[in-house]
Structure formats: structure tokens, C-alpha cells
């Protein structure tokens, strides 16, 4: 039996406390920035329609979340922003988040989405490597942009003509 679960969903999201509480955690153990407690209510609290898409990867076994993306949607120019993604360390270079691209493109695509951006840190090689792996392309460079000598790359993925 397959023991992953994946689903994309459209904001505005009411997530039960203990999923709220897996992605905070989840945010906080793999991203560097995170949100804090905080944001990450406010974000709940935010209802626009249509203005996110959260794309879930669920362990049976483990009964836990184990990996989300997170996007802010800007269909007036057929972009998604990343702001996230994250695999729990256990189950990375297993596939996770190659197939949570798998489920949130159609979703994306179904919403007229044609490119996605994104900002990474420069010294975040897994990242950049999955990226690339998925077909996103360097844009820019940005000195400085998570923190003194921190620099960050801009990239983009957009369907193909
Ligand atoms: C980036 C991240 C989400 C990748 O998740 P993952 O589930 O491990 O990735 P996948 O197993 O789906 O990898 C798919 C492909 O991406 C590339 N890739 C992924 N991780 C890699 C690594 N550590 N080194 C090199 N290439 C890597 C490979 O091409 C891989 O295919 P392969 O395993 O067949 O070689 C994960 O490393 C993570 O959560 N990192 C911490 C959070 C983070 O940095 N998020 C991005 C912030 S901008």
C-alpha cells in the first residue's frame, strides 16, 4: 500500500490545530528563515480566495506530515511565488518533493498559471540541485538578501511555447 498522500488545496485553508501545528513545526525544523507562531496565525487568518495553494505530503506510517510547498498566487500574471517547501530530513531524497511538484503543477496549470518564481539562499546547493532538477532557471543574483553576506538566487520555471 502506498504510504504517502499527497493534495494540493486553494486557499482560504481551515486547518485543524494539529495540522497547523505540523506545518509550523515542519517550517520551523527545515526552513532558515521560518515563520514564527505568529505569522503563521495571521496566515490562517488571512480567507482571500484563491491568493495560495498548499500542497501536502501525508505518512500513513508515520502519521505525520512530512512535506508542504506553499505558494502565493498571482493569476492576473499566470504566477505562483514559492514561498516554501520542505521535506522532514527523514524522508528526503525519497521522492517527496518531486512528487509534490507532480501534484501541485495541474493545480497551478488548472488556474492559468504559467510561471513560477522563486528565491533560494545561494549556499543551499539541495535546494538549488531539486530546483534545477525540476526545470527552473538561475535569474539573479541578490547580495545580501537573507542577511549580511547571505546572498540569495531568483529563479523561474515557466511552461515551455
Ligand atoms: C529541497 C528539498 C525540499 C528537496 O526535497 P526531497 O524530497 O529531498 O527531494 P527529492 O527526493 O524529490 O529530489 C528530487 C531531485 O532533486 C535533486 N535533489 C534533491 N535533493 C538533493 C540533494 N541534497 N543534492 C543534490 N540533488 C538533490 C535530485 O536531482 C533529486 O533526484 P534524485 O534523487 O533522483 O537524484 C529538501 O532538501 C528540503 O526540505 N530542504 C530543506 C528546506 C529547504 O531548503 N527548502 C527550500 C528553501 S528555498
Known sequence: MK????????????????L???????????MNPCWNHAAWQSFFLEKAEGRYL????????????????LFQLVPEEELAHL????????????AVARNLFADFLPCLQKRGIRKMFLEVEESNLAAISFYEAQGFKKLHTMQHFYG????GVSMLWQVAE
Open 83 to 94: 514561498l516554501k517547501i520542505a521535506v522532514s530530513e527523514k524522508f528526503r531524497r525519497q
Open 20 to 30: 497547523a501545528a505540523q506545518l509550523e513545526q515542519l517550517d520551523q525544523e527545515a
Open 148 to 151: 549580511f553576506n547571505r546572498h
Open 3 to 18: 504510504d504517502i498522500n499527497y493534495e494540493s488545496l486553494i486557499s482560504p485553508f481551515f486547518p485543524d490545530a494539529e
Open 54 to 69: 498548499l500542497s501536502l505530503a501525508h505518512s500513513k506510517k508515520a502519521q505525520k506530515l512530512i512535506g508542504f510547498a
